[in-house]
């Protein structure tokens, strides 16, 4: 019956609502039909033309350009007998080809709407070749920097986490799918994947149900539900003994049930077929029946769903309800997206909006704000821009490559600023530029240092440009030391003997354990991988066109030793201190080298009026908290004020602090503002004994400063039962 040709099928009609095209469509499918639409593929072959012929693909990843997305949706809506067009995704990480900074520099601005709009530029470059959907945000709370996946993410807090994730949500998705300029998002990876064991990637992940809830999935659940995210990742890892992409509690029970959710949910690549590996399925038919009923409804790459489900289903193995449900909800998304209706692009768009001027001045924007101040001893910078000579030295310091940082897209190394050409371009016509390269990134090798020595003696201050590549970062790309690689410390060592100025200059994708340098260099910039426009941002913060503002969003070690590190621990029962019994390192200070939170300026803000009203409020209540700030230095700049809480007494143990709000605001000099914060009952929850949520009346701690450690004002408030 559902064979027969209809000239104007329901599904086809624009008018119809999203539900009944669904529906109509679902019926009209055969079963191989619908287990097509849970595949996905990376790049297109002869072997997955075939497929795609037969209605048996949903989806390609990596499969980009006009040309390409085209010519392999042509075949979808053409030649396949419901002509179900397909959904192209791809990794759109910080930008498409205008490359922002890495993810992590993204949390650094603290500035949510700058990252929206990062996010919808980088989408409208993506939509405008043919991608429908981004392997995006990476909202995976990172407490350990060896994970290279921290560059990926927002950092080690779950409150400016879950504020980045809804903004990158809502930047990738627009207001309406349906618009050309959009794409889907897919927060991933569902879920704790950033809790590997060792910070070792794809490793074991045990954490507990009270951890899980209030630090690993808040970001999801932001992304999902504030944001509204049409998709989501499984993840690779094991996650207390159930693996993420196996995992029905965390898939449906969480996802689905609590959270209402109702888009569809996309494995991480091949981590269908993983369960093998993982010991939970013996075999593939085994590992598909486990991933669809946990919830996974697209295999990625796999090809277990492809091979296995039509028979699972035969053999009432798998109920055939359970693949309608997975492909209602793929196809939901793709009305959504209007593919139906829309399945081509025209080739104009992407002329029109690829590294345009708006893309690029809002490249160097979100640079410009993500670097951080981590030290200025003596106000050396910022810079003139007429001395007489600059050195400009390091591995990184011309570095095209690096800056584009981990999982750059189509980012182009031509279009790469490097911090030396930023620099050439802001000095004056009379201020000679010497470079240097030193050494390698990695390596023994010490031969440049002679001449990065006679070059830093022959300048007036030397720039120093350190840290990772590119490759040392991202996925698959743990390390072991938290050091500068290779002989850079000992490079930076060599230009600071000369007696010359250094300011060092740090491109790197996660916190580093750069203790000598925090001792003995005076002036450090943090300044990640920054993208397309790195050179100038930097150079324009060197030089003091732009204050720096950004704030670390992740602790810094001062040694590997000290992982994990996180600014929101408990207090313990003998909270650290310079007593023997306490919870300390005999050889190492138990505090951090940087602080979360921290970030200086050119300028000093002062602190003043606190104001809690009223002085307490009803569990389900709210409370304003307001404070004066005043810029009292002769610069403008940007503050990033910061609300911390302390639940001082409860059932369960609390964090000595945890971010409950913050405000990055630009103050002229001398320029005065109050910022306001409104606390309600969402910001004191927390997993109670019962491990449901709960607010418990009591005192609260409030701290308001300028990082995590440098607090300015304190004060309190009481909760009281309703
Ligand atoms: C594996 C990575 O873990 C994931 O983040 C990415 O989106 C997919 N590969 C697709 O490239």
Redesign the pocket.
Known sequence: MHRQKDVNPVYRDLSQPVEKRVDDLLARMTIEEKIGQMCQY?GFNEKHEALLRKGRVGSF??VTGVENTNKVQKIAVEQSRLGIPLIF?L?VIHGYKTIFPIPLGLASTWDPDAVKKAASIAAKEAASEGTHWT??P?VDIARDPRWGRIA?GAGEDPYLGSVMAKALVEGFQGANLSHLDTVVA?P??YVAYGGAEGGRDYNTVDVSERVLREVYLPPFKAAVVDGGAGTV?SA?NDLNGIPASANRYTLTNILREEWGFEGFVVS??NAVGELMSHGIAGTPAEAAKEAVEAGVDMD?CGDIYQKTLDQLVREGKVSEETVDEAVRRILRIKFKLGLFDNPFISPERAGEVILCKEHLDAALELARKSIVLLKNEGNLLPLKTNLDSIAVIGPLADDHEAPLGPWACLGDLENVVTVLEGVKAKVSSNTKVLYAKGCEIEGTGTEGFEEAAEKAKAAEVAIVVVGENRDMSG?AASRSSLDLPGVQEELVKTVLDTGTPVVEVLMNGRPLSISWSAEHVPAILEAWFPGIQAGYAVADVVFGEYNPGGKLPVTFPRTVGQVPIYYNHKNTGRPPSSERFTSRYLDLPYTPLFPFGHGLSYTQFEYSNLRIEPASMKVDGAIKISLDVKNVGDRKGDEVVQLYLRDVVASVTRPVQELKGFKRVTFEPGEKKTVTFTVSSRDLAFVGRDLKWIVEPGTFKVMIGSSSQDIRLTGSFEVEPS
């Open positions: 990376s990843l990596n995704g990794d392997f995006a990476m990926e897919c991933k990876h990742m690779f991480d690549w990625m996925e």
